[in-house]
């Protein structure tokens, strides 16, 4: 079972790296530049979990693996043909579905990670370890970018991944490791689309007029 849940955390590297790579090539970013961004956002939600559960050196660095994929996708999407294929919409809907599945995998595999130290663990801790999780790389990869983090400005997003969360952390101990992922992973990406498409957010605080 630890098999499928590497395989899911590589497919999340993926997807993250391809986020922060896309990300990084707009801002017109050198090589060095794209590598950083694209691992940051694949690996900085799942080092923030190790360190928050006191899992120290985090996974990351103990398995290269994570980084190695990570640094190879970045580096493949600066080179020029990847961003012919992605402008416009196409652009637009990468980013979207790789971010969405990145968020979905990693907001379970923070939950995972704290359930399996501590099966007894609180569910407020599962809910807060997955979202840190999910959210982590994206918010990393914004900041570096020189943008507000997409979590407090954008359609929903952490609001998802606490949903996913949930029901991630709920199924668990009910209906096994599988099913919490497939069942979780599936409502993250769900309201992650529909918030896109529908153009969901939560209410904004409304600056008052300077007279």
Known sequence: MDTFLFIVE????VAFAISGAITA?????????VAVLGITTATGGGILRDLILGSTPPVAFRDPV????????????????????LR????????????????AVFTVAGVCGAYRQDP?????????????????????????????PYIFVKNIYAVASLAGGALCALLLPRAGKVAAIAAGMAAVILLRLLAAHFDWNLP???TPARR
């Open 66 to 85: 994570y980084l190695l994929v990570a640094a190879g996708v970045s580096l493949l999407f600066f080179l020029p043909w990847p961003r012919r294929r």
């Open 10 to 13: 590589l497919l999340g590297t």
């Open 120 to 148: 007894q663990r609180s569910f407020v801790l599962l809910l807060f370890v997955g979202c840190v999780t999910g959210v982590g790389g994206g918010a990393l990869r914004d900041i570096f970018a020189g943008d507000t």
């Open 88 to 103: 416009g919409r196409h652009y637009e809907r990468a980013l979207l579905f790789s971010d969405a599945v990145g968020l």
């Open 204 to 206: 904004v605080a409304q």
């Open 25 to 33: 090539v707009e801002k017109g970013m050198d090589l060095f530049g």
